[in-house]
């Protein structure tokens, strides 16, 4: 119950001394300019999180092929090794020793998937479908890859494949999940 002589509505002085309160009209104006920038601005969160997962395939495939090439270049027997649990890959190198040490090249640093990008699974030959833990892709000296079949995925449900082509270490990638006997 309000007191007598109190009044709760919001008023907005007048030049003539008549306070009103906001008429339905002015209040309807004020929410459809809200739900014009709105509709305006939630299409470019989407946008952004898909440039994220397509930005990251690219760089995914971009250190895959310059692996490929440092491999046979060089003679040195590399892995591209993933944490799936914490979304990084990086890259390692057979030393003199026969052991893998993580390679100090600027090129081949620990990279974070960004954090609404994870990987899904990873399916090598050497250890078939991966979806936790740890696992890698080798590139020989030869000048040959692993065939591997790389699969990120966004909170979108949108997914990405890469498919590294063992022979040329060319990275095909798909906007699909894409399983090895789909991949032609």
């Known amino acids: 119950m309000i007191p007598f002589g109190v009044d709760n509505t919001v008023m907005a002085p007048r030049v003539d001394g008549v306070e009103r309160g906001f008429t339905l009209i002015e209040l309807s104006v004020v929410l459809l300019v809200f739900a014009v920038l709105l509709a305006f601005v939630t299409p470019r969160f989407r946008e952004l999180t898909e440039y994220e997962i397509k930005t990251s395939s690219r760089r995914l495939a971009g250190t895959i092929k310059y692996l490929f090439n440092e491999a046979a270049i060089r003679h040195v027997h590399y ?88 022979l040329t270490g060319k990275v095909r990638i798909y906007d699909r999940y894409v399983e090895f006997a789909e991949r032609r």
Request: glycine residues 6%; aromatic residues 14%.
């Open 79 to 166: 892995r591209l090794n993933y944490d799936l649990k914490n979304g990084e890959y990086w890259v390692t190198y057979l030393d003199e020793g026969k052991e893998f040490k993580e390679d100090p090249s600027i090129l081949s640093s620990r990279v974070r998937l960004p954090a609404n990008i994870h990987f899904e699974d990873i399916v090598t030959q050497h250890r078939g479908k991966v979806y936790e833990g740890e696992t890698f892709t080798q590139f020989f000296p030869i000048g040959w890859a692993e065939e591997t079949i790389i699969h990120l995925g966004d909170r979108r449900e949108r997914h990405y494949s890469l498919l590294v082509m063992p």
